[in-house]
C-alpha cells in the first residue's frame, strides 16, 4: 500500500529559485527517505531523516519531518537544470519502503 | 565498479508466456527487493528478500514469482498469471544495518505483444 503522498503533483520554477515539495504519510515510520528519478531510469537516494529528527541538510537540500503532523518537507535551493526529475518519499518501516506518487519538477532555463 | 545491473533495458512478453528479468549487485548487500512502477505513479513492492533462500510477498506478488539461490542474484519471473504486466520493473538492493537506504538499478521496462 502506498503510504506517503506528495504535493504538488507538478512543480514548474526558474532556475536558480527554490523547489519545495510535501509527504504526508498515514502510520508510524522509523524515518522517512526522498529518491530522485530522472526519465525512465532508476531510483537514486537523496536524503534519509530518523523518527527523532526534525531537521536535515544535504548540501542544497533541506528537509523537515514532523511526525505530530505524519508530514515531511523536501526543499531543494538555488535550482539548476539537471535538478529536473521526478522526486518520491518513501516511508521506511521494518525493512520495506513505501512511496508515494511522486512530485515532478521541471526546472526551466 | 559496484553497483546493480538489470537485464534487459527492454522485453517483450507474449500472451501466455512466462518472463524472467534479472537482477544482480555485487555490492555484497544482504536484501534484494522488486518493485513495479506504472505511469505517473510510486514504486509497488512485489517480492523482497532479506536473506539467501528467503523472500517475502510484498503487495502485489500475485502473477510474480521469484528465487533466491545467491546473494548476488535475484530474478523475477511475470508470468501467464499476471494479466497486466507492462511497466517499470525496479530491483534494488540494501546492506543490512545500513540504515535502511536501497540502491536501485537501472530498471527493465515490460511490454506485452
Known amino acids: 500500500s502506498q503510504q506517503g503522498e506528495e504535493d504538488p503533483q507538478a512543480l514548474s520554477i526558474q532556475e536558480g529559485e527554490n523547489a519545495t515539495m510535501n509527504c504526508s504519510y498515514k502510520t508510524s515510520i522509523n524515518n522517512l527517505q526522498w529518491y530522485r528519478q530522472n526519465s525512465g531510469r532508476g531510483l537514486v537516494h537523496l536524503i534519509l531523516i530518523r523518527s527523532n529528527e526534525r531537521e536535515k541538510h544535504s548540501g542544497r537540500l533541506r528537509v523537515t519531518l514532523d511526525t505530530s503532523k505524519k508530514s515531511s518537507s523536501l526543499l531543494i535551493t538555488a535550482s539548476r537544470a539537471a535538478d529536473t526529475a521526478s522526486y518520491f518519499c518513501?516511508?521506511?518501516?521494518?525493512?520495506?519502503?513505501?512511496f508515494g506518487a511522486g512530485t515532478t519538477v521541471t526546472v526551466r532555463a | 565498479d559496484g553497483g546493480i545491473t538489470q537485464s534487459p533495458k527492454y522485453l517483450f512478453r507474449k500472451e501466455g508466456q512466462n518472463v524472467t528479468l534479472s537482477c544482480e549487485q555485487n555490492l555484497n548487500h544482504d536484501a534484494m527487493y522488486w518493485y513495479r512502477q506504472d505511469p505517473g505513479q510510486g514504486l509497488r513492492l512485489i517480492y523482497y528478500s532479506q536473506i539467501v533462500n528467503d523472500f517475502q510477498k510484498g503487495d502485489i506478488a500475485e502473477g510474480y514469482s521469484v528465487s533466491r539461490e545467491k546473494k548476488e542474484s535475484f530474478p523475477l519471473t511475470v508470468t501467464s498469471a499476471q494479466k497486466n504486466p507492462t511497466a517499470f520493473y525496479l530491483c534494488?538492493?540494501?546492506?543490512?544495518?545500513?540504515?535502511?537506504?536501497?540502491?536501485f538499478g537501472p530498471g527493465t521496462r515490460l511490454l506485452v505483444l
Open positions: 534494488a538492493s540494501r546492506l543490512s544495518g545500513s540504515g535502511e537506504t536501497q540502491y
Open positions: 518513501a516511508c521506511s518501516n521494518d525493512y520495506k519502503l513505501s
